[in-house]
């Protein structure tokens, strides 16, 4: 059973710092493409970070230089995380956590998240 759990959203000042967690399990794939994507009440839904099996990360450019996305693997769980410096208003976005089974991200991600709220206020 295939499990997408995000934490660590929450309310914080402009200029403020988070940092998002999302715990996959259940994955039977050798080579895992993870990313964040956030969407906002009336809006499509954007891409904020990916990373690639390898460990290669690409990001919007609203974000570049202030967030960063990085993984860890832990007793059979794969973590993905969103460091989120000097966060702004528009920031604010219910933010998902995506996995496929591929070695590179693509446009398509299988597996979702419920989400976690960001507001910056």
């Known amino acids: 059973h295939v499990q997408l759990v995000e934490s660590g959203g929450g309310l914080v000042q402009p200029g403020g710092s988070l940092r998002l967690s999302c715990a996959a399990s259940?994955?039977?794939?050798?080579?895992?493409?993870m990313g964040w994507f956030r969407q906002t009440r009336g809006k499509e839904r954007e891409g904020v970070a990916t990373?690639?099996?390898?460990?290669?990360?690409?990001?919007a450019d609203s974000v570049k230089g202030r967030f960063t996305i990085s993984k860890d693997n832990v007793k059979n769980t794969l973590y993905l995380y969103l460091q989120m410096n000097s966060l702004k208003p528009e920031d604010t976005a219910m933010y998902y956590c995506?996995?496929?089974?591929?070695?590179?991200?693509?446009?398509?991600?299988?597996?979702w998240g419920q989400g976690t709220q960001v507001t910056v206020s």
């Open positions: 259940g994955f039977t794939y050798g080579s895992m493409c």
């Open positions: 995506a996995a496929e089974g591929a070695k590179r991200c693509g446009a398509d991600f299988g597996y």
């Open positions: 990373i690639d099996d390898d460990g290669s990360t690409s990001y």
